[in-house]
């Protein structure tokens, strides 16, 4: 008897808008129907988040910028959630957005952290170019120093 009513309980499924029981962010991920417009239109601005993180690597400036919009959306994830959980029934078929805000991190937020990783990345490495570039010429006039002590 407890047996059985242990197992009833733990086929219940946890989140609520599938039959998957949720053990791990990959189950969370494949219970989530994909093909609602909304999560499509979400894709869609992630692959063109993407694209301009890509396009801006030569702009500092505009890369500047877009790091800082990147990083607000970030911010804001917390209100969007609350605001989404809110009116969920005016865009979408299930109530995705939980207290926690682990639907709205993992499709929203770790995107944007991705973007915003490639952009310091692009940092980093144009930084210690420039490092490299700067000891260069500095070697290199120390050496014509160097060549103009020994002519003299």
């Known amino acids: 008897m407890t047996d059985q009513k242990a197992q009833n309980i733990s086929s219940i499924p946890i989140d609520g808008f599938s039959n998957l029981r949720i053990t791990s962010i990959w189950t969370f991920l ?15 601005f992630h692959v063109l988040c993407l694209a301009v993180t ?30 989404a959980a809110m009116n969920w029934r005016s865009f979408s078929n299930f109530q995705y957005f939980d207290s926690k805000g682990m639907f709205i991190s993992l499709v929203y937020s770790i995107p944007l952290l991705f973007n915003t990783v490639i952009i310091v990345a692009v940092w980093v490495y144009r930084t210690f170019s420039t490092m490299t570039e700067l000891k260069t010429l500095q070697l290199k006039r120390k050496a014509r120093r160097a060549n103009r002590e020994k002519t003299d």
Request: glycine letters at 4%; charged letters at 10%; hydrophobic letters at 55%.
């Open 54 to 83: 890509v396009a801006t690597c030569s702009f500092y400036r505009a890369q500047i910028c877009h790091f800082l919009l990147l990083v607000g959306m970030v911010y804001s994830a917390e209100y969007l959630n609350e605001l």
């Open 30 to 44: 494949l219970s989530v129907q994909w093909s609602e417009p909304w999560l499509i239109g979400l894709l869609l």
